[in-house]
């Protein structure tokens, strides 16, 4: 089977609930696989101490991308500039989200990112929604999605459930998770800026 259709069989199962551990459907959303998306092997061996207090909401300030073909290519181009460029042990994110609502598993849980600096990355996890946001509005299937991986998060023992949400720029000098889905995350019931 292609890599295409093994993606979108894999996404249907996983919307119906077939070929997922029951724990999965305690809160959680589908989250793509490292594999399923064809990551490079991660060299990482930093882990977070869990749960963590902390969410930091970034956007790459890449393309959008809206299928999950495009989605897994835009996964893979940050991954591979995290990697190859940068000298990273894997992307730095902890999870990605697409405008195709779906996460994409970058560290996941239990790994240490790179997305915030020395500071933050070892007391949180980073999601990144993939696209630039200054001028436009993530989707809504995109910020379900989010809603979704942090309720899982707590489910799964992650994130405590008095998590804190942060956007990136409340803990760096940039312009990142940008202008609109900044303001969108400050509504959020667990933003603390």
Known sequence: MSHPCALL?????TLLGLGV??????SCGP???RREWGALASTCEQRLNLPVRYVVVAHTASSPCD????CVRQVRNVQSYHVQKLGWCDVSYNFLIGEDGLVYEGRGWNTQGAHSGPTWNAKSIGISFIGNYMERAPPQRALRAA??????GVARGALRPDYEVKGHRDVRDTLSPGDQL???IQTWPHYQG
């Open 9 to 13: 069989a894999w996404t249907l199962l």
């Open 31 to 33: 989250i793509v696989p």
């Open 67 to 70: 299928t999950p073909a495009s």
């Open 21 to 26: 551990a029951q724990e999965d459907l305690i």
């Open 147 to 152: 809603q979704s991986l942090l309720a899982c």
């Open 182 to 184: 900044y303001s969108i």
